[in-house]
């Protein structure tokens, strides 16, 4: 929950620079000042209406909801429009890039008519609100995601399996002519602030071109896919050993409830059905959790020490206090982990329905990594107080979550042995169905939501357009025929939430290219998943440095600090599974792989 995106509105009148007055560098400075102040004395407003819409779901808080996103797109949308105006204007690199940060930080451009916007209000509002009260209800029994999430990783009856996969995407049918007009408004919007569409202005913020943006995601994926095609050649055909042919069909794809998530994104859950054979000893953290009485609280103890031991200061009283770790049992709430920075100072939280099991224990430390960062970054102009780019605060949490090695569990007390090194091809292969299958679905959704931002895809085949890029990067089907009276694509949070989603493709490349150079920095040698950087204070230093710089520079400046290199590689994440891919191409030389 990035604060820039979700500020009030204010709707006084704000001093506009005028026409046809020759603008100054004093003009521009003024603007810039007044924009900050309004930004941070409306921001806190702001943030607490969304805590409370996200905590407390009914029709009021939707309703306050809607009026609070209301105020914030007018205002974000004039400020947007005023600081063109300055565009032609001589000035130092800071002050233009700021200005830049106010035209195009924007992830929802609402449209000047104020009915516009507030329809567009109402509808981001009230499908949040669906998702996070979604449900599947057979007979007035009714489940939530959480529950039927559990079917799908531990069932292995695949009717059980394609009734909680069906039943959970009945939550996104309604969603779908909103979702429409949603589109619509948005592109208007951003259409009104000089981009061609929505998706245009979300790859306008990247520090370099658009269209060169969006070929270095198929730079990044072409390294990576040559491991997931082998990742997922493996897991099909031990797929096949378990569900048989009839289940799995001849078009080499792999049906998406099988896979151990609802969303078939992680495929950890699948694990005991496509292990190496010769596997080594894996450690079950959940078991381990479980074992040394872990709650949800001493999971985020436990990961906040992580972060202190790298040399940041601990998470402020208030964090205790005020964030959110358990599911309630008599109200809805927006489920879907995410971290908040509620005053731009130290009001930071989490809100979180944390399981005491291994991925919620990863979700924690990824969760925290976006606390600590806007706390790094709390004193640099408005503007800048967010990531490097959006892949570098995904990635921050998830970067220290690779250093939860067995050596770090037994450091902290988790485990009494560390298992013999011998053989890891266990320990990689868990680790790439956690990671490596992620990489193509990171990237389709956006590919989804560009084609439909531009209208690649219309509206008659919202529904069609998601499968073919679920089948093209990902090899993974729907389990049985979808039409457009579904929606499934919103039965992904980060859809009717309208959150990019490249950020998690990024960050999924960007964390093993961090881990490999902190280890580096941390003077490790070895193999990289035996790595681990807790209480390493040059590790640290490097972290830290970055965290603080915001985005007060072009992220290519940020990752020269942080990965010794200007550009975003992947070979970091193919060194570190290089041991999995030669026994995965090993066990596929005589399988017929691809789809
Ligand atoms: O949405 C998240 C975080 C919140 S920023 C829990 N993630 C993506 C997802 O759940 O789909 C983290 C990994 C990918
Ligand atoms: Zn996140």
Redesign the pocket.
Known sequence: MLLLFTLAACQTNQSKPEQNKQLTQQDAAEFLQMVEDTYIKESEYAARVAWVQANFITDDTVWLGAKSIEKMGALQVKFANQAKKFDDLDLPDDMRRRLEKIKGSLTLAAPDDPEKNAELAQIMAKLEAMYGAGKYCVDGECRDLGELSKVIAESRNHKELLDAWTGWRTIAVPMREKYQRMVELANEGARELGFADTGAMWRAGYDMPADDFAEELDRLWGQVEPLYDALQCHVRSELTEQYGDEVMGDDGMIPAHLLGNMWAQDWTAVYDMVKPDNAGETIDVTARLKAHDYDAKKMVKTAENFFVSLGLDPLPETFWERSLFLKPKDRDVVCHA??WDIDNEDDIRIKMCIKEDYEDFVTVH??LG?NFYQRAYKDKSIVYRTGANDGF??AI?DTIALSMTPKYFKDIGLIDEIPSSDNDLGMLMKKALEKVAFVPFGLMIDQWRWQVFNGEISPDEYNAGWWRLRNQYQGVKAPVERTEDQFDPGAKYHIPGNTPYTRYFLAHILQFQFHRELCKTAGFEGDLHRCSIYNNKAAGEKLIKVLEMGAEKPWQDAMQVIANSRDMDATAMLDYFAPLKLWLDEQNKDRQCGW
């Open positions: 995410s971290a990824h969760e976006h605060h995904e949490g």
